[in-house]
């Protein structure tokens, strides 16, 4: 890669100091094709090399991450501003990913038997070829991981278009899975920006594609999927409920919902974005809240005194800003913060927004920054509604001591994910995905290797007593 590229859309600000660190070339087109190519054919040999040889790969590229956590942790926090330790520890639940579909693919595609009359029949599970992924900044390592782990152990080969502002950790993946032995052109990175996409999608040798993102690019990319009769998963953007009960410890809720909110300086598909808590307890609710709110430390990333970090670029904090002041406008009540940090960096001040209306875009829409939004209610009907008024239904929590009920309005919650009394527990045996405007499929989990596989039935019995 050359680094004195001027003005590609590829590159590393660091939003701590919107200082340029380096720039990558776009690629051509011929270089993409190129690439898909390479991966087409690697998948000729990769799709027939046996379980137990892919996963001692794998591991490997498990064991590298967890060597030089601290290395790859750095970069991601230079590259889209999180705090060191949360980077740290997205290295380590990654390498965690890995490791689980090392030890399991063999077993999640094994042969699956079928009830028949006569004969036998089964299911074979069979990787399709190349998977093009399109993964977001936020999780640089982890949003990687999702898609490669499980479609590398299946047997496919996976092209990878990251954020263009997160090139260096794309780049330091594809270094490691060549350190670790993966063989040429199983897994490689698109230096392109995200308009180009949409195109890449429909050359031939794309069997399918999965997109972690913004509704506009899962849009875009199951349009050109849909065109070109390709299997998609989305996994779009949320605005996680979070429903206290009557019955909840209330400075257990507050701290669990701040230190979530909080959590990557707010850009999390699963926060906790909006806060639905009982009258009754509403006042001593925000009074802690309101507390909480005051020990919080917003600096600088790399410092572990730091609890709240800058957002990924200018551009973040200037929207997310917009977004607080046209709650306001509209006459929300914003309670604490609403403007820049007076520093050089990717800033906003931690928020508190209360006094949201159905009339207000606040009520419906996502606010990726550390915006937290605390809404009242008088019934457990009221919280459902509320937490089912967007259109998003990506996650959710409740918190309250009796989970018997907590998991009776769980049920209710219009989402791929209910967490009771923690917000989301990401780990790699749980499935991880949503349903309506949040997008469809999963990843994780044994559900994250069916995605894309050829469940195909093989049978075998006379012609005569087939049916
Ligand atoms: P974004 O703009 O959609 O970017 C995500 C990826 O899509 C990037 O690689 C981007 O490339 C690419 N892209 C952009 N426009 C595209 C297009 N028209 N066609 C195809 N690809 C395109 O998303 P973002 O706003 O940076 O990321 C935050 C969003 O992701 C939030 O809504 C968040 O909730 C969601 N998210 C969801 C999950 C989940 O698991 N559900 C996890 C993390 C984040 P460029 O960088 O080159 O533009």
């Not at 859309?9 to 898909?36: G, L, W």
């Not at 990175?189 to 195109?199: H, M, Q, T």
């Not at 699963?270 to 709110?293: G, M, Q, W």
């Not at 997310?320 to 509209?330: C, G, W």
């Amino acid at each position: 890669m050359n680094s004195h590229v001027k003005h590609s859309p590829i590159k590393t600000v660091n939003p701590f100091t919107n200082k340029i660190e380096k720039e990558f070339d776009v690629m051509t087109s011929e270089q993409v094709a190129k690439i898909i190519d390479n991966a087409d054919v690697a998948f000729k040999s990769w799709k027939n090399t046996p379980f137990s040889k892919r996963a001692t790969i794998i591991r490997k590229v498990a064991s590298i991450m967890r060597e030089r956590k601290e290395t790859l942790g750095k970069l991601a926090t230079i590259e889209m501003g999180k705090l060191l330790a949360e980077s740290i520890y997205e290295v380590e639940l990654s390498a965690n990913i890995f490791d689980y579909y090392a030890n399991n693919a063999a077993e999640f595609l094994a042969d699956k038997p079928l009830d028949v009359k006569h004969g036998e029949a089964f299911l074979s599970y069979e990787p399709i070829g190349v998977i093009l992924s399109v993964q977001p900044w936020n999780f640089p390592y982890y949003q990687i991981t999702r898609s490669a782990a499980s479609n590398l152990m299946a047997g496919n080969t996976m092209v990878l278009k990251h954020a263009s502002n997160v090139p260096q950790c794309a780049q330091i993946m594809e270094d490691i899975f060549k350190e670790a032995g993966l063989p040429n052109g199983v897994y490689t990175n698109l230096f392109v920006p995200g308009r180009s996409v949409s195109a890449i999608v429909s050359n031939p040798k794309i069997k399918a594609v999965t997109l972690t993102g913004s509704k506009p690019a899962g849009s875009s990319i199951t349009a050109a999927a849909g065109e070109n009769v390709k299997k998609s998963t989305l996994e779009l953007g949320g605005s996680d409920p979070f429903i206290v009960m009557a019955d909840a410890d209330v400075q257990e809720a507050v701290d669990v919902a701040v230190s979530g909110r909080m959590w990557n300086a707010g850009q999390v598909c699963v926060s906790p974005k909006r806060v639905i808590v009982p009258k009754s307890l509403y006042n001593e609710f925000l009074d802690k809240t309101k507390k909480a709110f005051a020990n919080l430390v917003v600096g600088d990333p790399m410092d572990a005194a730091t609890n709240v970090a800058p957002l990924s670029s200018e551009q973040a904090a200037v929207d997310v800003q917009k977004q607080v002041q046209k709650a306001a406008e509209q006459g929300a009540a914003v309670r604490i913060g609403g403007n820049r940090v007076d520093r050089e960096g990717a800033f906003l001040e931690p928020t508190l927004i209360t006094d949201i209306t159905p009339e207000m875009d606040a009520y419906f829409e996502e606010i990726f920054g550390p915006v937290f939004m605390l809404y009242q209610y008088d019934t457990i009907d009221e919280a459902i509604e509320i937490a089912n008024a967007t259109e998003f239904g990506l996650g959710g929590s409740v918190f309250g001591k009796d989970t018997k009920k907590a998991v009776e309005v769980a049920r209710k919650i219009d989402t791929g994910m209910v967490y009771i009394n923690h917000v989301t527990g990401i780990a790699p045996e749980l499935p991880f995905g949503g349903t309506k405007e949040s997008g469809f499929g999963r990843e994780q989990s044994p559900a994250g290797i069916y995605e894309f596989t050829n469940a195909k039935l093989i049978r075998t019995t006379s012609s005569d007593k087939a049916y």
